[in-house]
């Protein structure tokens, strides 16, 4: 199973930040299939590549824990049922896809 992750950071409203979420993630062809203020999941849409390299996205937000610094925290996962048995997989390609866009589109800062 190939698995990438990052983690980014942000002084934004959670609102704000999820909307850019939604929108990055949108833009590289992954539908939300379940968000809410803490978790929010998304899946690379079927018809381009065959179904175990299909890229599910989860991403965590934390900003509960972190009232006093207002900080809003995303751990971001990609993965899929793919053997990575080269660096240069597909995962690893929608992997920096969405990282570019999250970076570029919302006000995250990379940690």
């Not at 065959?50 to 599910?56: C, D, G, N």
């Not at 690893?92 to 995250?108: C, G, H, M």
Request: glycine share 4%; hydrophobic share 35%.
């Amino acid at each position: 199973m190939a698995r990438y992750s990052c983690s980014f950071s942000s002084r934004n409203p959670i609102e704000i930040l999820l909307n850019h979420l939604g929108e990055a993630l949108r833009s590289c062809d992954i539908e939300i299939i379940y968000r809410n203020n803490e978790y929010v999941v998304g899946r690379e849409k079927p018809g381009n590549v065959a179904f175990t390299k299909l890229v599910t996205v989860e991403a965590l937000i934390d900003y509960q824990g972190v009232t006093s610094s207002k900080e809003v925290h995303l751990n971001c996962i990609l993965k899929n049922e793919e053997l990575p048995l080269k660096q240069d997989n597909h995962c690893r390609r929608v992997f920096d896809t969405v990282k570019r866009k999250i970076e570029s589109q919302t006000p995250w800062q990379l940690q």
